[in-house]
């Protein structure tokens, strides 16, 4: 099993920016699709943004489109998402997930999908 650990979350004035990391152990990361999702309070976890194996393609759910930018760094076994123009609506817990895939190029958006979580880490944008 794949260990994840987010770091990077906090507070951040509305129209700055942040950038979380997650990190992963135990095994090696370009075997596992990765994503980002979030959860607001009252609200179900939605996708945010995913990468392939390779990190060769990626995916955004529309509200964050043009703002935010997930990336990977399999020597370091570790994701980012570079959150940029944050508005108050993106506060919210965000979760690094893994999940065994079989290609290199593809995608996977569906929450579903994804078998393993990190623990969620608290971004919090005032206006």
């Known amino acids: 099993q794949v260990h994840l650990v987010e770091s990077g979350g906090g507070l951040v004035q509305a129209g700055g920016s942040l950038r979380l990391s997650c990190a992963a152990s135990g095994r090696t990361l370009s075997m596992y699709n990765m994503g980002w999702f979030r959860q607001a309070p009252g609200k179900e976890r939605e996708f945010v943004a995913a990468i392939s194996r390779s990190g060769v393609s990626t995916d955004y759910t529309d509200s964050v489109k043009g703002r935010f930018t997930i990336s990977r760094d399999n020597a370091k076994n570790t994701i980012y998402l570079q959150m940029n123009r944050l508005k108050p609506e993106d506060t919210a817990v965000y979760y690094c997930?893994?999940?065994?895939?079989?290609?290199?190029?593809?995608?996977?958006?569906?929450?579903?999908?994804?078998?393993?979580w990190g623990q969620g880490i608290q971004v919090t944008v005032s206006s």
């Open positions: 997930a893994a999940t065994e895939g079989p290609y290199t190029i593809v995608v996977i958006t569906t929450i579903a999908r994804y078998d393993y």
